[in-house]
């Protein structure tokens, strides 16, 4: 350490084979409680490293963290060539996410700086997001296809329509835009509106003969 400036001992050093092989003793005692509590104290002294993953994951966690204070959000791109291997070890925490490996203590602390897990879901609701705002300024969830300013939002809201149709909209998105009164026929829903009107006519006039 001294001369390193820490107490990783590569498995490859040759210079330090019979170092490296005790270091690796030592994690095994500790892991399996073995390893007397004088020892320990000792190797704490000097910052001795019990778990390297945990450091390695540590030491990545801590990148994520720049980078969220230097972008102002944690979702580093796959595309980025600074930060290659920051992005490939993002990837692998929604890997291990997903199949229910990733450790609770590494989740509590990806949560606490807004680690996004389900990069399609956040896509969807910041799309969601827009139509709720478009709804609360306009009174109703019907983009126009020629409002210039929400060109992206019609193109979801035309997927969303083509998705339900195929019956491959999750519940849960469904959900979310009957809440807010979502058109899912835009025929349908024209037609009704001038069913209604026929129906109020008639409820003034008596009868369904509207003139010409």
């Not at 019990?50 to 990148?63: A, C, I, P, R």
């Not at 969807?124 to 210039?148: E, I, P």
């Amino acid at each position: 350490k001294a001369q390193s400036g820490h107490c990783c001992v590569s498995q490859n050093d040759v210079q330090n084979t019979s170092l490296a092989a005790w270091i690796k003793q030592q994690r095994v005692s500790y892991k399996e409680n073995t390893l007397i509590s004088n020892h320990t104290q000792k190797l704490n002294s000097i910052g001795f490293i019990w778990d390297q993953q945990d450091l390695s994951w540590n030491e990545k966690f801590d990148q994520l963290c720049a980078f969220k204070a230097q972008s102002g959000h944690c979702c580093v791109s796959q595309n980025d060539v600074q930060n290659t291997y920051l992005a490939a070890w993002i990837k692998q925490q929604r890997v291990s996410y997903k199949e229910n490996t990733l450790i609770s203590n590494h989740t509590q602390k990806l949560n606490s700086i807004g680690f996004i897990w389900d990069l399609r879901d956040h896509s969807w609701n910041g799309k969601f997001n827009q139509l709720c705002a478009f709804k609360a300024l306009n009174g109703h969830c019907c983009v126009s296809q020629n409002d210039v300013q929400n060109t992206l939002l019609v193109v979801w809201i035309r997927q969303q329509r083509e998705l339900y149709k195929k019956n491959i909209l999750s519940s849960k998105h469904i959900q979310q835009l009957n809440s807010i009164g979502f058109i899912w026929d835009l025929r349908d829903h024209s037609w009704n509106g001038k069913f209604n009107q026929l129906c109020a006519f008639k409820a003034l006039n008596g009868h369904c003969c509207v003139s010409q």
